[in-house]
């Protein structure tokens, strides 16, 4: 059997399962195992919503015999208020939150697909979402280059005080995040399922090019000023960086690479 098969049945299983608990509405899955299942891989997983009638979650989320029926649970996280993380025995692993029909008008999700509902009880059209989704794309380098420029500067001078964690994040964090956000007006981006809540979500596919420059911006905790040069000249390479900047970053970067680490940049 397919990993897609097999996936695909365990969620069919559990939609069966729900259906024997009369406080269960509907199942539908989302990611990989919701509209978006031609992407489905070894790696792929169980993530999905389960709607229960008013006033009758919480029993779905203490008790999850409804899982456990089709599979004994290898483990089980509750990291939210709403559901669970788990792992099958056989290796399927999973994440779900419960939800009411009223909760779904608030709730963040998009490319649902309903598995199993109760007849004439919910619209399938429910498992599409509601809710505007985040911004998570810029609109114009301006910010973004500014705003990596500004991080270079202030994460140099960190990581010369011995700050070398807030250094990382100044560099090799933030900048980054904020040039994903902007790979859509640099470059064509091939259609293969964009994630409307991360940027990074198949970079390598969507951004080929950029995904083969991105390892020298990102050379570890030890490379901070090294990834800080190949950002600048990316940056440089994109937009017309201040060359004041550009001149003050290049002497800080030179300082850490020079700089023989003591006591103090412990």
């Known amino acids: 059997m397919t990993v897609e098969s097999l996936l695909l049945q365990r969620l069919n299983q559990i939609g069966e399962s729900l259906e024997r608990k009369e406080e269960a509405l509907a199942l539908f899955g989302l990611g990989s195992v919701g509209v978006e299942t031609g992407r489905i891989d070894e790696f792929s997983d169980l ?3 389960v709607i229960a009638a008013p006033g009758r979650k919480q029993s779905l989320i203490d008790r999850l015999d409804w899982l456990e029926d089709i599979c004994p649970l290898a483990y089980q996280f509750k990291n939210c208020e709403l559901g669970y993380k788990f792992l099958y025995e056989d290796g399927i692993y999973g994440e779900f939150a419960v939800f009411e029909p009223a909760e779904l008008d608030s709730a963040l999700y998009t490319g649902g697909r309903m598995v199993w509902k109760r007849p004439d009880v919910l619209n399938d059209d429910i ?3 509601k809710m505007p989704l985040p911004a998570i794309r810029a609109v114009s380098l301006d910010h973004v280059v500014g705003e990596a420029v500004t ?14 964690m807030s250094a990382f994040k100044f ?17 064509p981006e091939i259609n293969y399922f964009p994630d409307p809540f991360g940027n990074e979500r198949r970079l390598e596919s ?20 090294e990834s800080a040069l190949h950002l600048l ?3 440089e390479s994109i937009y017309p960086v201040n060359p004041r900047m550009s001149q003050e970053i290049r002497k800080l970067a030179e300082r850490c690479l020079s700089k023989t680490w003591g006591r103090e940049g412990m």
Do not use: C, W
Request: proline share 5%; net charge neutral; no cysteine.
């Open 151 to 164: 991080n270079l500067y202030v994460g140099l001078g960190r990581y010369l005080r011995g700050e070398k």
């Open 127 to 129: 498992a599409a979402g």
């Open 233 to 235: 000249e990316f940056l």
């Open 206 to 225: 969507r951004f080929p090019g950029f995904s083969e420059v991105i390892g020298n911006m990102l050379q570890g905790y030890d490379k901070t000023p």
């Open 171 to 187: 560099i090799q964090g933030y900048p980054i995040d904020g040039l994903m956000s902007v790979l859509h007006i640099l470059k």
């Open 47 to 49: 993530d999905f919503f």
